[in-house]
């Protein structure tokens, strides 16, 4: 008897796990950076060791490592023109028109043959889940209307307004400053800084709801506004308590910010025994675009630092040259910046100021100098120097006395290391780590069925009724009215005296 009921009760267990743990999984990671796909990918992996069957959809290659049974990837050449870099005091108008003329580029995603092939010869029902790398794709939601599955987004760094907006969180702009916002402004300036984003959100949303009408149109598939509706969970790159600001989260907003340096695969580095500096501008960044005398005013900085061995990512004509009369600075394409970083060595790093990089420097607690090129690294580093992590010079300006200056500062001067220390304590302390908390969530939503009850009831208001502005209309509209009668009252009764 024991041994017949044995082979029935094995099954039961494996089909319970199997609930969870046999899920399919569609990974959309497309039209990102490499640093951004590192995020998306490091999620997929929690999922892939948790014995989940996944097809992960990129539009860069992917390492050999990913070549296993439970993967499918399908490659799509395809990317999003390179971004402009922007002066740091161009208008907002000039900013926004660059914008939306690069989301306008973002449909051609779908029209790609590849692409087409894989919607149309795929099963309609195939996925318990579409985890979305989020960068300004809301279109791409249509892809969960075909195959009818819930939606996780995954996003890199502190949620922006159109997350907030996309899941329903409340933005309270007074003291929660943006990540896009290179003033970090806060209060009534903070509030109008606000209305002009909202501005922005509503005309990109108008650009994505066009893709999406035009490749997912009505009544075949639910409608762009359902389908937001629809995107249950979103994974931020992301630690409030240790990277600020504080600000509200709903229980489907999750910070993962970690994950990525989580799940690096660990290698022994070769190097001398000797304290170093890690010197990285980012993957969008090419030396052969910069004018000389920036070059030339790192290489003469770094002459002056011969006790010091320095790991510079570098893409330019001069390596040779710049080696020979520099033993010490070791250039290279591409250095593995997040080992470098976890050495214990390591003393400085030179950064951009992407959120990546400095989730890499704050986790392995080494002070940074900031150059920031683009996007949100102005605003970031404006964080990391005002939390004493470090330092930020304007990298088209810069002079050798300035940059050498700056460097001994923060090489000889503990305030810096002893700050960083004490928030990466602050950023590995959590009662669970950035992988465990992401794999729970995402197998709860495929437990639950897509989870319907996580999501806030703000989601189902429109814009007006979710910020009050008929009430706010209704109460200060009568007060307005009864100051300007007093003040017209005041000036006749002035006039007849």
Not at 151 to 160: D, E, K, N
Not at 232 to 247: C, D, Q, R, Y
Not at 388 to 416: M, P, T, Y
Request: net charge positive; proline share 6%.
């Amino acid at each position: 008897m024991n041994c017949l009921l044995r082979y029935p009760l094995l099954l039961l267990a494996y089909w319970i796990a199997a609930g969870v743990h046999g899920s399919r999984i569609l990974c959309l990671s497309v039209g990102v950076h490499r640093s951004q796909l590192l995020v998306h990918l490091a999620v997929a992996r929690v999922l892939l060791q948790r014995g989940h069957q996944l097809t992960l959809v990129t539009s860069q290659p992917l390492e050999r490592d990913w070549l296993t049974a439970n993967v499918t990837h399908l490659l799509l050449p395809w990317q999003l023109p390179r971004e402009q870099v922007i002066e740091p005091h161009a208008n907002f108008l000039t900013r926004l028109q660059w914008t939306l003329e690069r989301l306008e580029k973002s449909g051609e995603l779908l029209d790609q043959p590849e692409w087409r092939e894989f919607m149309e010869h795929t099963p309609s029902t195939p996925y318990d889940l579409l985890l979305l790398g989020y960068h300004f794709n809301d279109h791409l939601l249509g892809v969960a209307a075909h195959f009818n599955c819930p939606v996780a987004i995954i996003t890199t760094q502190q949620p922006i307004g159109f997350v907030h907006s996309l899941m329903g969180n409340p933005e309270e702009r007074w003291y929660v400053p943006q990540p896009y916002d290179s003033r970090q402004r806060t209060g009534l300036e903070g509030y109008i800084f606000g209305l002009w984003e909202k501005l922005s959100e509503l005309l990109a949303r108008r650009v994505m709801q066009r893709i999406y009408s035009t490749h997912f149109p009505s009544p075949q598939y639910p409608s762009f506004e359902e389908m937001r509706r629809r995107v249950i969970l979103a994974l931020n790159n992301h630690h409030m308590v240790s990277e600020g600001p504080i600000g509200p989260l709903l229980p489907n907003m999750l910070d993962i910010g970690g994950i990525v340096m989580e799940q690096m695969e660990r290698k022994e580095l070769n190097l001398p025994r000797r304290p170093f500096i890690v010197f990285s501008l980012g993957t969008r960044f090419s030396w052969l675009t910069m004018p000389g005398k920036v070059e030339k005013a790192f290489v003469d900085a770094f002459a002056q630092l011969r006790d010091y061995d320095i790991y510079w990512t570098y893409d330019g004509a001069n390596a040779s040259t710049i080696h020979l009369a520099n033993s010490h600075v070791h250039l290279e394409d591409w250095w593995p910046q997040a080992q470098l970083l976890a050495h214990p060595l390591a003393r400085l790093f030179i950064t951009h100021g992407g959120k990546g990089s400095l989730s890499e420097a704050l986790y392995y607690g080494v002070p940074m100098l900031g150059l920031p090129l683009l996007g949100d690294q102005r605003p970031n580093l404006r964080k990391m120097q005002n939390k004493g992590w470090g330092l930020s010079l304007d990298i088209h300006n810069v002079s050798q006395a300035e940059l050498l200056c700056s460097i001994k500062r923060l090489l000889n001067e503990k305030q810096f290391r002893e700050s960083i220390r004490r928030s990466s304590l602050l950023y590995r302390d959590r009662p669970l780590n950035a992988s465990d908390l992401a794999a729970y969530w995402l197998e709860y939503v495929i437990r639950h069925k897509g989870a319907p009850h996580l999501s806030g009831n703000a989601r189902h208001l429109n814009f007006w009724q979710r910020h009050l502005l008929d009430v706010r209309l209704a109460v200060y509209g009568p007060l307005g009215m009864l100051g300007w009668l007093a003040l017209w009252l005041n000036r006749k009764l002035n006039c007849n005296r």
